[in-house]
């Protein structure tokens, strides 16, 4: 066995000089610390990214796009193809724990500050990809074409329509007209299957290659103690093994889930039918929904639905550029702003996602 | 490899041991992950998803004031063209107690034979034990060709 | 003067008092007589008028005086003959006021005016100035006598000629309703109330007895007595009372056993207007429904199919030739309950083992006994399909298609139960296959899911140990792995 691996080893370095690569890889050090089981995140959460793909394209060969057949064809890969309701729920669960661990890990990331320098990139790449994973969740949703992904896609993309100036705009491209029909089914698919997962491979190639050569961010106080008290472990293979284990049980998780709760799918969407009580996004959405609920409907001139997508935006916006007004972290010092900022925000999603769900 | 404190033979048993769980683990897993998505890829038995519009036919194939039963997956549509050429298509299961109905040139309307429930050509009961009118489905015309799909 | 003359004298005086009495009180009555004129004729029969009642007192003005001027003077109340609504008003006057009725010692009711304000006949006339009807139209004007009298106009066999006066008349009946016949007397003189009425049987429903007197509904209104879902009471109102339908000496329990019918629970529980009512076999005012021979035949109109089958069908001339009725032969007339299978074959419950037996009409025996053997094949199978796909559906798995196709199993074994009536062993087992085909795939669809469920779980049972294991192998080697380099030194 161990020949067959050296062999095969000294024919890719004949042929590509691996040798460098290896010693390089071999120095990589994992920090080790009380914060250390954060690290994990950001690979659970590729590890659930792989999946969706593997997944997805599974899904994809029984999949008929289309408002005639999306239902019935999400039907058919539940009811009559082997195992097919395990790859959907799969599909189904992992959509919504990637968001998750992408939530905790930029979270984590956030707390410990790591996205300051020299790691700014690898900051923005990562919102950016958040971002798109927010699309991918938004334009799946729709694709079964059930009732209340339809009523949810519509609800969703009007919020959009309300943007000024470029609202209205984004509403059709999205939509792919002016209602929701099989038009926006269409682009949905082409979105989630094509355009999001090529942007996002881009930039997680970008965030992967910046993580390998700028090695795992400390947290800022462990920047005081001397360098040999540092306790590390190589990343080979020991950090490496320890994301496998990981990644192992999270793989036990969903099909646990996937069995004992398979994915529901509902009603076939009709577009003439009126929105059933309760339509509500998918919980990653609903703190902003709820938000924009609850504040009143014109606040001085400016209509309030506006108003709640502007500061969710600007929001969004200050939190994507954290690593270019937070000086303070760049320094070294410690900066309980961001910790605070990082509480209120936390709670805040955490409260109104309970509130949105309740009610 | 520094050796354990202990005899050899017992660590190089544990090792072996390890490795075999690890090996053994390691096999049995991935075939609990491999086996299902190459059952996956097999195709079912039916190999496609059920239709859920149906080509009717012709538009010149079908007289003024006829009606014909269509099978429309797993159930029964009658699609009637009236008097001014126009289509409609309902469901052909009586609203009494799912039997399946016609169309009758003399009556000018849907009959349904069990109980001689009627109902008009908008599907409406108008006769006999009927309770409901009937659910309508969409006729969609395209150059010659009509489709009918799930309900209006 | 001993005492027998004094009494003698006293009634003779009683006598002449009284008679002077009518007489004294009614001048107008004495006057008109010398006259001459119907009115006074009619009147001095009037039942008014032997309760000491004057013209008076329906013309108003003083009846006390001879002389015209002050008898019919306006200032004394006289109004003339009363014209249009002011003829009842005159006679609710007294009719519709409890306290006179009392004081002439009269058990009549007061409320017609009320009904008939409310009925269909108190709408307006289509001269727009009074309403259709006035108490005179029926009871007429001077020589009134109370209903039981068989010289009243609205006696039992008088009123059909009243009714009709309007109600044959076509041209009078179109200015108010079109669609209203107007050959109900024809078709009642057919029916056996319409002969025995004309033969002079006072006790036998006429126009009242079913729509009632002053407050007559149209048939549409709920509240009509002739309003589908109150025809069984309004006909039980006679046919259920035993002494008084003694002397016909036919039952008179239809109306309990229509209740428990079918028809009687879809109608008087479920307000079923589809389900038949008295009338819609025995017909309205004819003997029978328009366009049917007898009422044995009537099933027919509505079980059209059956009654098809039925006549095509070799029962059909056997039960002719025996004057059997056709389906009440089997299901009864009034007491229709609902057919259940335990009807067909040859157990002591079925109907066909009236006529078959294994030695009596052979073929016939072995024809209900398969039958019923077929169609009790296709309930138990069908019942078993259901249960499988109710238990894979509550487990969770997608079974929708089977469950669609059950309802071709139900359908199955709705025609089949028609299909009986052809008493054709070949053809009622083609539609009792189709149902049992369907029943078989379902249950093996259904019985498919319920084995995925548990091979699901049995499945994730194993993936799971194997990535327990796996797991487990790992951390272990993790810890060893760990162990060795720090002891090996970095």
Request: with cysteine; glycine share 8%; aromatic share 10%.
């Amino acid at each position: 066995m161990n020949t067959f691996w050296s062999r095969l080893y000294s024919w890719a370095d004949e042929r590509v000089k691996l040798g460098g690569l290896v010693e390089y890889m071999g120095k990589k050090y994992v920090p080790v610390n009380r914060h250390s089981i954060w690290y994990y995140f950001g690979g659970v959460s590729l590890f659930l990214f792989i999946i969706q793909v593997v997944t997805g394209i599974l899904l994809l060969l029984y999949y008929k796009s289309g408002e005639l057949l999306a239902f019935e064809s999400i039907q058919f890969i539940m009811a009559k193809v082997r195992f097919g309701w395990l790859i959907r729920s799969l599909h189904s669960w992992t959509a919504n724990l990637f968001v998750l661990t992408a939530m905790i890990h930029m979270f984590s990331v956030f707390f410990g500050k790591a996205y300051r320098k020299p790691r700014e990139i690898t900051w923005i790449t990562g919102m950016v990809m958040f971002f798109l994973a927010l699309g991918f969740g938004f334009s799946g949703y729709l694709l079964p074409w059930n009732e209340l992904a339809f009523f949810a896609t519509k609800v969703g993309t009007d919020i959009a329509g309300a943007v000024p100036i470029v609202g209205k705009p984004m509403m059709v491209f999205l939509r792919g007209g002016e209602d929701v029909t099989g038009a926006t089914l269409s682009r949905f698919f082409g979105f989630h299957v094509a355009l999001l997962p090529g942007i996002f491979t881009v930039f997680l190639g970008i965030h992967l290659l910046l993580v390998q050569r700028q090695g795992m961010s400390e947290p800022l106080s462990h920047g005081d103690s001397p360098d040999t008290e540092r306790k590390t472990m190589p990343f080979f293979p020991n950090f490496l093994l320890r994301d496998m284990l990981f990644w192992l049980m999270v793989l036990n998780l969903l099909a646990i889930l996937a069995v004992f709760f398979p994915w529901e799918l509902g009603k076939k969407a009709d577009a003439f039918a009126s929105a059933p009580a309760g339509i509500k996004p998918e919980w990653y959405f609903l703190f902003m929904f709820q938000t924009l609920k609850y504040i009143p409907g014109k606040i001085l001139f400016i209509d309030g639905e506006v108003l709640g997508i502007l500061v969710f935006g600007l929001a969004g916006f200050l939190w994507l550029m954290v690593p270019f007004w937070d000086r303070k972290s760049s320094r070294g010092e410690t900066n309980r702003l961001i910790n605070y900022v990082g509480i209120f925000v936390v709670f805040y999603m955490i409260i109104l996602t309970i509130v949105g769900w309740i009610v | 490899m520094t050796s354990e404190v202990g005899p050899n033979g017992e660590q190089e048993t544990r090792r072996g041991f390890l490795r075999y769980l690890l090996g053994g683990g390691l096999v049995a897993s991935l075939a609990a992950v491999l086996y299902p998505i190459m059952a996956y890829l097999k195709p079912p038995q039916q190999a496609e998803v059920e239709v859920t519009s149906v080509k009717a036919g012709k538009v010149s194939a079908m007289e003024k004031e006829s009606g014909i039963i269509v099978r429309f997956g797993n159930k029964p549509v009658i699609l009637v063209r009236n008097a001014a050429g126009e289509f409609r298509a309902f469901s052909a299961t009586c609203t009494h107690l799912d039997c399946t109905v016609q169309f009758r040139k003399d009556m000018g309307l849907i009959w349904c034979a069990c109980h001689n429930g009627r109902y008009d050509l908008n599907g409406r009961n108008v006769a006999g034990p009927p309770p409901r009118p009937l659910d309508e489905y969409r006729v969609i015309i395209q150059g010659e060709d009509i489709s009918i799909s799930k309900k209006a | 003067m001993n005492r027998t003359t004094r009494i003698m004298f006293g009634l003779l005086m009683l006598a002449f008092s009284s008679a002077g009495f009518a007489g004294a009180d009614d001048k107008c009555l004495t006057c008109h007589e010398s006259i001459g004129g119907k009115a006074v004729d009619l009147f001095k029969r009037d039942v008014h008028h032997a309760k000491g009642i004057s013209c008076a007192g329906c013309h108003g003005g003083n009846a006390q005086s001879d002389d015209m001027e002050k008898a019919m003077d306006p200032k004394a109340g006289y109004i003339g003959v009363p014209k249009g609504d002011d003829i009842s008003r005159v006679c609710a006057k007294c009719h519709g006021d409890s306290g006179r009725m009392k004081q002439y010692s009269s058990h009549l009711p007061t409320n017609q005016i009320e009904n008939l304000r409310a009925s269909v006949h108190g709408k307006l006339s289509t001269n727009g100035k009074e309403r259709i009807v006035q108490c005179t139209t029926c009871h007429d004007a001077h020589g009134i006598v109370p209903v039981k009298n068989p010289g009243s106009p609205v006696y039992p066999l008088n009123i059909v000629k009243k009714c009709t006066q309007c109600h044959a008349n076509a041209a009078l009946m179109r200015t108010y309703n079109p669609s209203l016949p107007v050959d109900q007397l024809d078709k009642y003189r057919t029916s056996v109330h319409g002969m025995r009425n004309a033969k002079g049987d006072a006790k036998v429903a006429e126009c009242a007895s079913c729509h009632g007197s002053h407050d007559i509904l149209s048939v549409k209104d709920t509240k009509s007595s002739v309003y589908p879902t109150n025809i069984p009471s309004t006909c039980a109102h006679c046919h259920s009372k035993a002494e008084y339908m003694k002397e016909y000496k036919i039952p008179t329990d239809q109306f309990d056993k229509f209740s428990r019918s079918v028809h009687g629970v879809a109608l008087l529980q479920k307000h079923d207007l589809g389900a038949p009512a008295c009338n819609s076999c025995h017909g309205n005012h004819a003997a029978t429904p328009p366009g049917v021979q007898s009422v044995s035949k009537v099933c027919g109109t509505c079980h059209a199919l059956n009654a098809d089958l039925f006549s095509s069908s070799p029962h059909k001339k056997a039960f002719d030739d025996r004057k059997l009725p056709e389906c009440e032969t089997c299901h009864g007339n009034h007491e229709i309950i609902v057919a259940t299978n335990k009807l067909l074959g040859v157990t002591s419950e079925a109907v066909c083992s009236r006529c078959h037996n294994e030695s009596q009409n052979v073929k016939g025996f072995a024809t209900a006994k398969a039958m019923r053997g077929l169609i009790d094949s296709l309930e138990s199978r069908e019942k078993r399909a259901i249960a499988l796909v109710n238990e894979a559906e509550q487990k969770g798995m997608e079974i929708s298609e089977a469950k669609y196709k059950l309802r071709d199993a139900h359908q199955a074994r709705l025609e089949s139960r028609t299909m009986v009536h052809s008493f054709n062993e070949a053809r009622f087992q083609d539609v009792v296959n189709k149902g049992i085909v369907v029943s078989a795939s379902v249950s093996e669809e259904a019985t498919q899911a319920l084995d995925e469920y548990v091979f699901r779980r049995v499945g994730l049972g194993l993936a799971t140990l194997a990535i327990t294991v796996l797991a487990i192998s790992l951390y272990v080697y993790i810890r060893r792995l760990e162990r060795h380099q720090a002891m090996g030194g970095k």
